[in-house]
């Protein structure tokens, strides 16, 4: 190349970093790795009968509608049968109230290109997902953490955050919050805080994003409505994904929000990528038809509620003190906290050689904290490899020397 | 809503504009008009039969690779089969050369999405792909147009353009190029012409985007290599796809460029979708792999052609004196010119009237001239329809009123 990259790139590509997480799914790839890091599902939970079918009757009925571009909206026996999965889950929603995207990714992408200008503010969870931040950091935003306590994110710090913002005339374009066994804190916002949440959204005329990618997966404890259908002002945006209750691969996922934000949400997604594969689109729609998820959604609880009591166990009786985990009542990931002398950073090297990879909790906190954390995951690996990894990261968590 | 939309909107949300010709195809849906205005493929042109057996053996032979995330780079399969594809198009290239993307719209995105801040200058053709436009619009670029001869974009006018630029400091970001069967203009830019411009290119320092989705559908002449191939400076991103040669439902598309490019656009759609749908890969790499991509390529040259022949005999005769119109040698659109006096916004009206619709010119102009040309597709309508609608579009063209 003539051209020197570096010279011609925008302010925010700059300040693009690569993700953290695929950059260390490379590195744990190697087959004797056992990995707790990646937020894959588990390959044993794909429904590949009941979808053998429901692909031969798509290309058997209706392939030119399944190979051809799709409305930018979404397909429409998708769109219909969400509408219903959706009431189904106590939200009033109609097809004007949803946007089918390329996954949620790109739900968490176009709302952070219709709303971020560069140093705007966002209110982000301390911890939080970490393709959250990256999509937020791709426009230029300015993140602002606020701590999550036993029931979720402070609503004290939030506030206290508003009022200070509001003191030099600023207010956040939204608030991003995964109130369903968080990404990655695992634990769940009560219903008691998701009011005094939405409350605050209403008193500084606020956003708020809802990511909710695992709320369909509660294996155990009493449900708790979403934070779209406790708020009555449509001041929320959620964003739900078939990623984790069915597949990744087809790339599908949902914005459910006030039609005006719709609207504006179709217009980017036109030049981002036209529409969300009308293939993909056409097979979920048949699929949930048929009332298949629903199936594959208890199926799917089953197994991720044996591995995580698998898990959990094995913390218990590998750990030394000193150790803390969550204990999620649903998801793929319960965050660990080690005492303050280890950096997870450095364990990570150190577990490496033990065969065990996690994500290192620091990639969650936009302020860069939480080095005595790190985020496991249960729902990827086998339960052979539950059993064989936790004492292999207990050792190496014994192992990591003390401050003298 | 509490919160007013408009006043939390990215100022390039409020620049955002809906795109033409999506808004188009809604009013063109009713079934009783004749559509000259999509750029669909046409439904037989799916090669249903082959990708049922591809399918059936992606679902039987490896579901859990088809349905899990895939590396955001792509999915090795059919990234090793467009190494071999675009070796055979005269391109030296490697794995690490290609980036799978959501379609060819995503690489027009990521591509701005890297490079332009709001107000940097790119240079596009007059006329030029409406999405591009969109996608160039939306991170803010202000574009600046060259006019096409008829060997494609001035090559005096371009160096004009950029000399202009340097007196005042500045440097576009890139010069944006459809040089195959250019959409809308249907024409191809000669081999003089493409070596000019990449002389040009190196000149001013400056990268090329080349974007090329119907490149493989020559249906005449002799083809001319792709600027990709004759440049030897890695000056040039080119954008392929496979909406136009296989199914656009799959929504799968790449980009050929320098690594370095490359590692930088992955950055970037780390955040926009993770990765594109690993279902859509696997089942294009196997299909690829088989040796169906060419035989289908075959069948639609002789389909497009036939449709192309049609509707120019068509046009040559009904359409009254002083309208002209390009015979593309490949692709799937012509481009129309009529008298100064009609302008197509209006003539659109009319021909609805009529039941014929086309894309109105002026959606390609960047400077928001072209109202007295308008894009024809040929691919998208039955020969039956050609028949009937290019006799009553050149109804409404002969009644629309002359100037007094």
């Not at 997480?21 to 044993?44: D, M, N, Q």
């Not at 992408?109 to 959250?132: Q, T």
């Not at 029931?151 to 207010?171: C, I, N, P």
């Not at 409350?199 to 708020?208: A, D, Q, R, W």
Request: proline share 5%.
């Amino acid at each position: 190349m003539i051209t020197k990259l570096e010279d011609i790139l925008s302010t925010n590509a700059r300040g693009m970093k690569k993700s953290v997480i695929r950059e260390l799914l490379k590195l744990t790839a190697k087959p004797e790795i056992i990995s707790f890091a990646g937020g894959l599902p588990s390959p044993k939970s794909f429904p590949v009968e009941d979808l053998k079918e429901i692909i031969y009757e798509v290309m058997e009925n209706e392939p030119k509608i399944a190979l051809q571009y799709s409305a930018t909206e979404g397909d429409q026996i998708l769109k219909k049968e969400l509408v219903k999965h959706s009431i189904k889950e106590g939200m009033q929603v109609n097809e004007d109230n949803i946007l089918i995207t390329t996954a949620s990714q790109q739900g968490l992408d176009l709302v952070a290109k219709i709303f971020i200008d560069r140093g705007d503010k966002v209110i982000v969870e301390l911890p939080s997902y970490v393709g959250g931040l990256g999509a937020f950091n791709a426009y230029g935003a300015d993140m602002i953490g606020v701590p999550q306590d036993e029931e979720g994110m402070s609503a004290t710090v939030l506030r206290q955050k508003l009022l200070e913002l509001k003191s030099r005339g600023e207010k956040p374009k939204f608030i991003y919050i995964v109130p369903d066994f968080q990404n990655p804190a695992g634990m769940t916002m009560s219903l008691k805080r998701r009011k005094e949440i939405i409350e605050i959204s209403h008193e500084f005329n606020v956003l708020i994003l809802e990511d909710s990618p695992y709320r369909e997966l509660r294996f155990e404890g009493k449900p708790v409505p979403s934070i779209y259908s406790l708020d009555d002002q449509n001041q929320i945006i959620l964003l739900g994904t078939f990623s984790k209750i069915l597949a990744p691969g087809f790339r599908i996922g949902w914005v459910l929000a006030h039609p005006d934000i719709i609207n504006k949400l179709v217009v980017a997604k036109q030049s981002t990528d036209l529409c969300s594969p009308a293939f993909s689109q056409r097979i979920l729609g048949r699929f949930l038809e048929k009332g298949y998820l629903e199936k594959n959604i208890e199926k799917i609880k089953k197994m991720y509620h044996k591995k995580r009591d698998l898990m959990v166990e094995s913390f218990e009786k590998y750990m030394p003190k000193g150790v803390r985990w969550t204990t999620p009542e649903g998801g793929l990931f319960l965050l660990v906290t080690v005492p303050d002398y280890i950096d997870t950073d450095k364990l990570f090297e150190r577990a490496l050689k033990y065969n065990v990879a996690f994500v290192i909790g620091s990639a969650f906190y936009c302020d860069n904290s939480g080095h005595n954390t790190m985020r496991i995951n249960f729902s990827y690996p086998s339960e052979e490899q539950i059993k064989i990894g936790v004492p292999h990261l207990a050792k190496a968590i014994k192992e990591y020397p003390k401050k003298k």
